[in-house]
């Protein structure tokens, strides 16, 4: 009786210590699911240049594809995926939506002036409130928007050379 | 000359009942905060974290219950926009079936050896 009882502690303690074991090596950092396709939500937001109130629907109103790139003047990593996006645009294959977040109107103007502007529309988030309804994280992070107007892919962080070409062939 | 006597009644009455909505509001902000899981912080929800991510999502949270979104509703536009992860309310599917399924059966397991000690006690 006192061997069985012995016997089910031990393994209990082994599955235990497994069962958190593996859990110790697991990131704790949320990963989100960047494959599965999505809906896009409606959003409202006003323009970066007019201040006017405009609807996601009235942006997306083409049958194109889009991109939809959130930014900030002060984030670094926007500058590295600045020359993609350039070059995303000239291949005219794409419509670049911008949004701006949490941002310095004049900062925001002089990155422009500086880096050329990609975006055949920015929005403005002074607060952060339509990256979360887009079901954004931070910046930079990029959306491709399908003819359905689905979100067919996420790119949190800066696009590189590698995702860029991904990104002309999803299009293509 | 009457209702200028009632006048003051009247103002604490709906001062008091705006005030008293108001709290009723927060009230179901601060739960629905302490509902959602701050996903670039550590362990912690919206409620406790100042960071700017979640101070913007208080805010989109603000705005959907201003425009007269339930407390569900709310839970699940979260839920379709950033995944079950972000709810501290898990729900019940293959992954979670262990997690809720556990407490039971500690509880029946522990059931079941107390129920023996007592045969073995009365014997």
Known sequence: MKNRYFFIIIVLFFFFFIVLFKGLKNPNVYIPELQKEKNLSRFEASDFYSNKKTSSLDILNDNNFYLINIWASWCLPCREEHDYLIKLKEQNLVKLIGINYKDNFKNAKKFLNEMGNPYSKILKDKNGTVSIQLGAYGVPETFIIDKNKKIIKKIIGPIDKKIYNEILLIIK | ?123
């Open chain 2, 1 to 123: 000359m009457k209702i200028i006597k009632f006048l003051p009644i009247i103002f604490l009455y709906f001062s008091l009942f705006s005030s008293f909505s108001n709290e009723k509001n927060s009230q179901l902000e601060n739960k629905i905060f302490k509902n959602l899981r701050c996903i670039i912080c550590q362990g912690q929800s919206i409620y406790d974290s100042q960071s700017d991510f979640a101070e913007s999502m208080k805010l989109v949270v603000k705005q959907k219950l201003d425009s007269g979104m339930s407390e569900e509703e709310i839970y699940i536009f979260f839920k379709d926009q950033y995944g079950e992860w972000i709810s501290y309310d898990p729900e019940f599917n293959t992954k979670t079936y262990f997690l809720w399924g556990l407490p039971v059966l500690i509880f029946l397991l522990g059931g079941a050896i107390i129920l023996r000690k007592l045969a073995v006690l009365k014997n």
